[in-house]
């Protein structure tokens, strides 16, 4: 951060002081963010789900030379400096490199966000009738406050995968004509028991189940004659059976459109910022990269966070370090297992994932010199965790002091946050598995405000600074 003016208009650079980014910034600049956020609306509201992130993320890729790793090990392909490769984990992962001039032992410079969101998932065997309504049993995906979920219009987003391996895409609730999913609440009339308990009893998660029709069928020898008319119309429509909810992945998000907040326009609200505005400037970021970088460039978009980053899609599993042994191996003559440590070890990371902003609405939740502000730049967070740095990845001083000097030489406005007061909770990120490895990592994405709720807020400058942020690690980060 510069040193800032003081009221004599003197440079002090005893004092350290934030400012908001609006009063640092020209016309110019400005113009910038609003084109740049602009297109990550649109982008938000069509990749709501991160199959769909990924698949929009790989025509982009593809579109700027990136080649599948899978094409690429057929032909048995060499790849050198300014090349450039993507590797997909199930189609909901997906990491993508550009080789840089060093050799890849020196390290990779990463970018690493999350494409998945909260959500509420559909079970495996769904569909019910109850007292002539049909209904959609669900279990949620990652930490929500089930009762902002209620009352709002839904959509239904995934793939049926039939018995022969053919897949079929589903997207109900997005066009302007589709018909739309709710979860229903009861009347205040009637809520006098409901609304003497806690937030978070007041909505089963059992109970959130999204009602999907009511019109009857007219046949005599049908006892569940409501469900049988979804079955009917799911049959015509998609060619699935009931038997078929056995292997699917339908989850259910908000129906809305991303929607510029504000008078004066200066924040997006929308559905899954978490954690697809780092996901989609750091995508950005990766596409925009002119010249070949010195080190390796990086991007991780990576699925399953917000459950913990378990599963063969997670960042807990072994794809990333897979995928850098494929590219060691696509980029020397002999492939060693030392090679791959050390290119790990030497490598730096962002992780970029969301953190919260201050909220003058619920002031006592944060420590306010330590928390991150609406519009003051990219929010860089030395530790996350909770309860005294409980599992938290806490970046090295020397790592942090690199990030400053890279940030303010390229003119990213930035500023530091934690997430929350000492002892009020907390969170993490996927910062401590690519620890592991004995990288350099520090936490740095968007501030946001009703993280998790089904629509967010994120502030213009400080997703466009974001994307600024990215693309100076990617290209400038070592000196
Ligand atoms: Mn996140
Ligand atoms: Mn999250």
Same mark, same amino acid.
């Given at each position: 951060?510069?040193?800032?003016?003081?009221?004599?208009?003197?440079?002090?650079?005893?004092?350290?002081?934030?400012?908001?980014?609006? #009063?640092?910034?020209?016309?110019?600049?400005?113009?910038?963010?609003?084109?740049? $956020?602009?297109?990550?609306?649109?982008?938000?509201?069509?990749?709501?789900?991160?199959?769909?992130?990924?698949?929009?993320?790989?025509? #982009?890729?593809?579109?700027?030379?990136?080649?599948?790793?899978?094409?690429?090990?057929?032909?048995?392909?060499?790849?050198?400096?300014?090349?450039?490769?993507?590797?997909?984990?199930?189609?909901?992962?997906?990491?993508?490199?550009? +080789?840089?001039?060093?050799?890849?032992?020196?390290?990779?410079?990463?970018?690493?966000?999350?494409?998945?969101?909260?959500?509420?998932?559909?079970?495996?065997?769904?569909?019910?009738?109850?007292?002539?309504?049909?209904?959609?049993?669900?279990?949620?995906?990652?930490?929500?406050?089930?009762?902002?979920?209620?009352?709002?219009?839904?959509?239904?987003?995934?793939?049926?995968?039939?018995?022969?391996?053919?897949?079929?895409?589903?997207?109900?609730?997005?066009?302007?004509?589709?018909?739309?999913?709710?979860?229903?609440?009861?009347?205040?009339?009637?809520?006098?028991?409901?609304?003497?308990?806690?937030?978070?009893?007041?909505?089963?998660?059992?109970?959130?189940?999204? #009602?999907?029709?009511?019109?009857?069928?007219?046949?005599?020898?049908?006892?569940?004659?409501?469900?049988?008319?979804?079955?009917?119309?799911?049959?015509?429509?998609?060619?699935?059976?009931?038997?078929?909810?056995?292997?699917?992945?339908?989850? +259910?998000?908000?129906?809305?459109?991303?929607?510029?907040?504000?008078?004066?326009?200066?924040?997006?609200?929308?559905?899954?910022?978490?954690?697809?505005?780092?996901?989609?400037?750091?995508?950005?970021?990766?596409?925009?990269?002119?010249?070949?970088?010195?080190?390796?460039?990086?991007?991780?978009?990576?699925?399953?966070?917000?459950?913990?980053?378990?599963?063969?899609?997670?960042?807990?599993?072994?794809?990333?370090?897979?995928? $850098?042994?494929?590219?060691?191996?696509?980029?020397?003559?002999?492939?060693?297992?030392?090679?791959?440590?050390?290119?790990?070890?030497?490598?730096?990371?962002?992780?970029?994932?969301?953190?919260?902003?201050?909220?003058?609405?619920?002031?006592?939740?944060?420590?306010?010199?330590?928390?991150?502000? #609406?519009?003051?730049?990219?929010?860089?967070?030395?530790?996350?965790?909770?309860?005294?740095?409980?599992?938290?990845?806490?970046?090295?001083?020397?790592?942090?002091?690199?990030?400053?000097? +890279?940030?303010?030489?390229?003119?990213? +406005?930035?500023?530091?946050?934690?997430?929350?007061?000492?002892?009020?909770?907390?969170?993490?990120?996927?910062?401590?598995?690519?620890?592991?490895?004995?990288?350099?990592?520090?936490?740095?994405?968007?501030?946001?405000?009703?993280?998790?709720?089904?629509?967010?807020?994120?502030?213009?400058?400080?997703?466009?600074?974001?994307?600024?942020?990215?693309?100076?690690?990617?290209?400038?980060?070592?000196?």
């Amino acid at each position: 951060m510069p040193a800032t003016k003081t009221k004599n208009n003197q440079k002090s650079v005893l004092e350290y002081k934030r400012e908001n980014g609006y #009063l640092k910034i020209d016309e110019k600049e400005k113009k910038s963010i609003s084109e740049f $956020c602009s297109a990550y609306s649109l982008f938000l509201g069509e990749a709501k789900t991160e199959r769909e992130f990924h698949d929009e993320a790989v025509k #982009l890729l593809e579109g700027k030379g990136f080649r599948n790793a899978e094409i690429l090990k057929k032909e048995n392909a060499k790849l050198k400096a300014g090349d450039k490769v993507y590797y997909s984990a199930y189609g909901k992962t997906l990491i993508a490199f550009i +080789i840089g001039k060093k050799p890849l032992t020196e390290g990779f410079n990463i970018v690493g966000a999350h494409i998945d969101s909260p959500r509420i998932d559909i079970k495996q065997n769904p569909l019910y009738e109850n007292s002539e309504m049909a209904y959609l049993d669900t279990h949620y995906y990652g930490g929500i406050k089930k009762y902002q979920w209620l009352t709002i219009p839904l959509a239904l987003h995934g793939v049926v995968v039939k018995k022969n391996g053919s897949k079929v895409n589903i997207k109900i609730g997005e066009e302007s004509s589709d018909p739309v999913l709710c979860l229903t609440d009861l009347l205040p009339h009637l809520a006098q028991d409901q609304m003497k308990k806690s937030l978070a009893e007041g909505v089963e998660g059992e109970n959130l189940d999204i #009602l999907i029709g009511s019109e009857p069928l007219k046949d005599k020898d049908k006892k569940e004659k409501v469900k049988a008319r979804i079955l009917k119309i799911l049959s015509e429509k998609y060619k699935i059976s009931e038997e078929d909810f056995l292997s699917a992945e339908l989850e +259910i998000v908000p129906a809305a459109k991303p929607r510029d907040l504000g008078l004066d326009r200066s924040m997006i609200l929308g559905y899954g910022h978490d954690d697809r505005v780092c996901a989609y400037t750091g995508l950005k970021a990766a596409l925009d990269l002119k010249e070949i970088p010195q080190y390796s460039s990086c991007l991780i978009l990576a699925d399953k966070e917000e459950i913990g980053s378990y599963g063969a899609t997670g960042m807990g599993s072994n794809f990333f370090e897979n995928v $850098c042994a494929e590219t060691l191996n696509f980029c020397s003559q002999s492939y060693s297992e030392l090679d791959l440590k050390r290119a790990l070890a030497n490598s730096w990371m962002l992780s970029a994932d969301v953190n919260s902003l201050f909220d003058p609405l619920f002031p006592s939740v944060s420590e306010k010199k330590n928390t991150a502000f #609406l519009n003051y730049g990219i929010c860089v967070t030395k530790y996350t965790g909770s309860r005294g740095k409980s599992a938290s990845s806490d970046a090295n001083a020397e790592f942090m002091a690199q990030i400053r000097r +890279i940030f303010d030489s390229n003119k990213v +406005i930035w500023q530091t946050g934690e997430l929350g007061k000492v002892d009020q909770g907390g969170g993490g990120t996927i910062a401590h598995y690519m620890a592991r490895y004995g990288m350099q990592v520090i936490d740095c994405g968007v501030g946001l405000l009703s993280m998790h709720a089904p629509m967010e807020v994120a502030g213009k400058l400080d997703i466009y600074m974001a994307y600024k942020a990215y693309l100076a690690f990617l290209k400038d980060a070592r000196k």
